[in-house]
């Protein structure tokens, strides 16, 4: 068996930044620590904090008075950061500088009274909070069946905004169909689906017409690794979202020749790497890196981190 390991895969900037702001909080103020949603929504990382103390809530009201409250990557509405001040919370703002960016176009948008369409999932963590900026100028769409049908006051005031973590094609598939219906439409200045979602898809393009079956290792709820199993099952090969070794089912991999194996963005490297130690037990597999560009992104942690250090 070959592997073809594709590469850029697993933790972003976004993903690295939020998780040292949970580990330098730790470290500064102790326990309990509160995060408000899953930090990253990946069940190992979420497990390893809970299992020092760090307490995650989908409710404000949840965390006491006082406490400290660090806000998850995927950013949160206006609307929870007033509750959190209302209860006095110290809280740490966690969120990935891309989905800030998308914040920021919104109340643009919505200053300059356009209807905004938000291309997104309904109920993830980041579309909830985009849409609490402006959740009477939004209306999302989450097919071209939507772009289809959506009806707005005015046609010729629209813009939108997309998730970071969507499917390219299906995006651009959506933005195309709003196009047509809306000849006026105008978008940000820059792409919103980020840098690493689009590498991590291109990467599997690069590399699953050579897999008879591809592993994407992440979470069930984690949107960035169920579109990167999406696009490997596009190729028209067998594809298996994991969380880890242990969801592995080894039958998957009988008459297999070359096997393609990357992660989401949340993903840890050593449940890669613990993926990889199975097929090699199991069908003495040799591991090729396939590099389609290399990531050199960084992001400095939370201001609120910063100024507590400097004191």
């Not at 497990?47 to 404000?60: A, E, L």
């Not at 006026?184 to 990467?203: F, H, S």
Request: proline fraction near 5%; charge should be negative; include cysteine.
């Amino acid at each position: 068996m070959r592997i073809l390991l594709a590469s850029p895969r697993g933790f972003c900037a976004g993903v690295n930044m939020a998780i040292e702001t949970v580990e330098t909080a730790l470290q500064r103020f102790g326990t309990p620590l509160y995060v408000f949603h899953e930090i990253v929504h990946n069940q190992h990382v979420v497990q390893t904090f809970s299992k020092r103390g760090v307490i995650f809530v989908n409710d404000i009201d949840e965390v006491p008075p006082g406490s400290v409250l660090v806000f998850s990557a995927h950013g949160v509405s206006p609307e929870v950061r007033e509750k959190a001040r209302q209860r006095q919370l110290r809280t740490i703002d966690a969120t990935c500088p891309l989905v800030t960016k998308v914040h920021r176009e919104v109340r643009r948008f919505a200053d300059q009274g356009y209807t905004i369409f938000l291309i997104g999932h309904a109920g993830h963590d980041e579309v909830i909070g985009t849409m609490g900026e402006a959740p009477d100028a939004i209306r999302l769409i989450q097919s071209v069946a939507d772009a289809e049908t959506v009806e707005v006051p005015d046609p010729d005031k629209v813009a939108y905004t997309t998730q970071t973590t969507l499917s390219i094609l299906d995006a651009a598939q959506i933005v195309a169909r709003l196009r047509e219906r809306f000849p006026k439409l105008v978008g940000p200045a820059k792409d919103d689906i980020c840098y690493a979602t689009q590498n991590r898809q291109e990467a599997i393009l690069a590399i699953a017409r050579q897999c008879d079956v591809f592993l994407v290792v992440g979470s069930q709820n984690s949107s960035n690794s169920r579109r990167l199993a999406e696009i490997a099952a596009s190729t028209g090969i067998p594809s298996y979202l994991v969380d880890g070794p242990q969801d592995v089912d080894l039958t998957w991999f009988k008459g297999k020749e070359t096997v393609g194996i990357t992660a989401g963005a949340s993903a840890p490297e050593r449940l890669v790497q613990e993926c990889i130690q199975l097929l090699r037990e199991n069908f003495g597999a040799t591991v090729e890196e396939v590099s389609l560009r290399e990531e050199h992104v960084h992001f400095p942690l939370p201001l609120e981190l910063r100024l507590a250090a400097s004191k």
